[in-house]
């Protein structure tokens, strides 16, 4: 969990220091912004992960783990799911009504709601297998 | 249904566990959560897709091959070359690099029985489905699908200058598929930091896997930024904004900025998952280890943070950019991605080569890469780029780095076939196909360059004042057509070794986890997983053995 938090701590920092000597050189305001806020995400993510790496054990993949150590409760997959296509059917009546005209947004929502709902109650479940 | 993953010794037991009972055809393909079939929709609708902006590369080097060709109307060759153009990079090459191979491989890699979000993985491939029907359903609106080239720059996108729904639909389809990808990074991110098998630290993750991460951080980074640009340019079209317009005060130049802020990481996000897959054909087919296993990953990340800073090198000419800062960090680039290509020759240096099919692909790849990327360091030169700068020059430079990887690609569906389907391709077929392609590229790429320091311009349909061009011409359609000969070489071998050849679990000596489990995987990838305790995992198993020697040895000391 260490090295991970590294890497994008890392990662940050460089898009920090290289974002404001870009900033400061150029005066160009729009790329400036954007190398600091890929500096952001390096941060974010990266910290948290720090913040954890130092209050929980060494994970068994981050040393020479046994096999047998990952044996057991994974976690819940859901076996099969209907809601990611309903979703994405969802999400293409909502583009293709900005192209198209709007009345298509009704379908497009009324399907995005369904896999919401549906997708929530199906992960309360733990999946469908 | 709940994963398990079991030591060695239980294997027979666990079998019975991870039976899966589901629904089957049309319905199976709909509601699945599993990584493998949704990486081979991925990869089938990508190949479809390489095969349409394929089909419009011909159109084009056809309209080329005479200076005032009337094959295509002006109206229809803008069309065309947009389309080629964006159905190569956001359709073909993008979901063929993270979505594809990357999907079904880095789960199985790491030893986890699926990706960390199966049913956002899902998501990604539906959206990524109907993007891709998005743009293509632009053909059949009045005015047709969008023509103002695939980096849409503004003025030439607003309203005005393209009105039509064709412009509509592309900045929707590229909604839809910039989602896509940003699920799958998301996704990938996740398995890799917390569904890795015990052993496997990050410093023992296959370089495929490894450069899928880095990707997958590269996409974070890149692609919120374009779907805000896109936004933005919608507003700009209907709502009445001029984000981008100079009589509301707007700038134009801002689109290019935003643009190539994702466009350029866009092409490391494109480029690192094949040479990850390059990185893995090469020593097994050499049978030594991976050199410089740190090198290749430190390189990695330092491409990807280099990424960021040099944007507006495709921006040089427009006289509103800081020049030297961009030109160091361009020509900085060269360094890891020179890492990458050395450690290559070291894997294969000494070794045992056998040159099969995806060998010879892989190989394919490093030549033409080193053409696309040695000119791609001229092109990073200021006082170069004003004089080759919108020239076929710079088309020649970046078809020979999407050709390299375009020959990756196929070197990764020759290694991992088998595994994917439990059969092999046939390899005389694969190698005719390799020289077919290989050959192809490269007639059809240097003339390019050539023309393009003679100054011949993209984006033009005829060239009637300058007939000098032709035979140039003449030589890079005939190249274009060798590549497509291929091709259809390619779908013949798929049909000629239908179910033909059985591969059998381990069919290449292969290093890394994939190899460990049956072909095709079961349900939740493995039945049992060996001890890990070097980035050759499965090597090891296979060849207790053989001891780790230091490059350069040849005996064990």
């Known amino acids: ?129 | 249904m709940t994963a398990v993953i079991s030591p060695d010794t239980h294997h027979d037991d666990a079998h019975e566990a991870h039976e899966h009972h589901g629904p089957t055809g049309v319905l199976k393909w709909l509601t699945t959560t599993d990584h493998k079939i949704i990486g081979l929709s991925y990869t089938v609708t990508a190949v479809l897709m390489l095969v349409i902006g394929g089909f419009f590369a011909e159109l084009i080097r056809v309209q080329l091959s005479a200076p005032y060709e009337h094959f295509l109307s002006f109206a229809q060759y803008n069309e065309v070359f947009t389309m080629h153009g964006s159905i190569m990079i956001y359709l073909f090459a993008g979901p063929m690099a993270f979505g594809a191979l990357a999907n079904i491989i880095v789960p199985i890699q790491i030893g986890a029985p699926d990706m960390a979000f199966p049913r956002l993985n899902a998501l990604s491939y539906w959206l990524y489905l109907t993007g891709s029907i998005t743009m293509l359903s632009g053909f059949f609106v009045s005015g047709g699908a969008a023509n103002f080239g695939w980096v849409g720059y503004a003025p030439l996108s607003n309203a005005a200058n393209s009105p039509g729904a064709g412009a509509d639909l592309w900045i929707g389809a590229l909604l839809l598929t910039g989602f896509s990808a940003i699920f799958t990074g998301v996704n990938i991110c996740a398995t890799v930091f917390y569904l890795r098998a015990p052993g496997m630290t990050l410093f023992r993750m296959p370089i495929f896997t490894w450069n899928l991460l880095v990707t997958s951080i590269l996409i974070l980074l890149a692609f919120p930024v374009l779907t805000a640009g896109l936004i933005m340019l919608y507003c700009d079209r209907h709502f009445g904004t001029h984000i981008f317009s100079v009589q509301g005060g707007g700038v134009p130049v801002l689109w290019q900025h935003i643009f190539w802020f994702w466009g350029h990481p866009e092409v490391y996000i494109l480029a690192l998952p094949f040479f990850g897959m390059v990185t893995e054909i090469i020593p097994v087919f050499s049978r030594k280890p991976v050199f410089g296993y740190k090198g290749m990953v430190f390189a990695t990340l330092t491409i990807a943070a280099l990424s960021l800073g040099v944007w507006a090198h495709h921006m040089f000419t427009t006289g509103t950019v800081l020049l030297p800062f961009f030109s160091i960090m361009s020509l900085l680039i060269a360094v890891p991605t020179g890492i990458k290509l050395f450690n290559w020759i070291g894997s294969m240096w000494r070794g045992q080569i056998w040159f099969s099919a995806a060998m010879l692909f892989a190989i394919g790849f490093v030549i033409t890469f080193l053409i696309g990327g040695l000119t791609g360091i001229y092109l990073a030169s200021p006082p170069l780029d004003f004089f080759t700068h919108d020239t076929y020059f710079v088309v020649a430079h970046f078809h020979s780095v999407v050709m390299a990887l375009v020959m990756g690609g196929i070197a990764g569906l020759y290694y991992w076939g088998p595994k994917i389907t439990g059969y092999l391709l046939n390899e005389t077929i694969g190698k005719i196909q390799f020289w077919f392609l290989f050959i192809g590229s490269q007639v059809f790429t240097l003339p390019l360059y050539i023309l393009g320091l003679r100054g011949m311009p993209r984006r033009m349909a005829v060239y009637p004042n300058n007939p000098g061009w032709q035979h140039l011409n003449e030589i890079a359609t005939f190249g274009a057509v060798l590549i497509g000969i291929s091709t259809v070489l390619f779908v013949v071998n798929i049909l000629v070794s239908w179910k033909k050849y059985p591969a059998g679990d381990n069919p290449w000596d292969g290093h890394t986890l994939e190899w460990f489990t049956t072909s095709p995987p079961p349900h939740h990838n493995f039945y049992r997983l060996p001890q890990i305790r070097s980035e050759r995992p499965t090597w090891d198993y296979n060849h207790p053995e053989a001891p780790a020697l230091t490059h350069g040895t040849h005996e064990e000391k």
């Open chain 1, 1 to 129: 969990m260490k090295l991970e938090a590294r890497i994008l701590l890392v990662l940050g920092l460089f898009f920090a220091i290289m974002g404001t000597v870009y900033w400061i050189w150029s005066g160009e305001n729009a790329g400036g912004m954007m190398i600091i806020a890929g500096g952001l995400l390096g941060f974010l993510p990266g910290s948290y992960y720090w913040w954890w790496s130092r209050r929980m054990p060494v994970r068994p993949e981050d040393r020479d783990g046994d096999v047998t150590e990952g044996a057991g409760f994974v976690g819940a997959f859901p076996g099969t799911s209907i809601f990611p296509f309903t979703l994405g059917a969802g999400a293409f009546f909502a583009v293709l009504s900005l192209v198209f005209g709007f009345w298509l947004m009704v379908p497009g929502l009324g399907l995005i709601v369904w896999a919401a709902i549906g997708g929530v109650a199906e992960s309360r479940r733990g999946g469908t297998q």
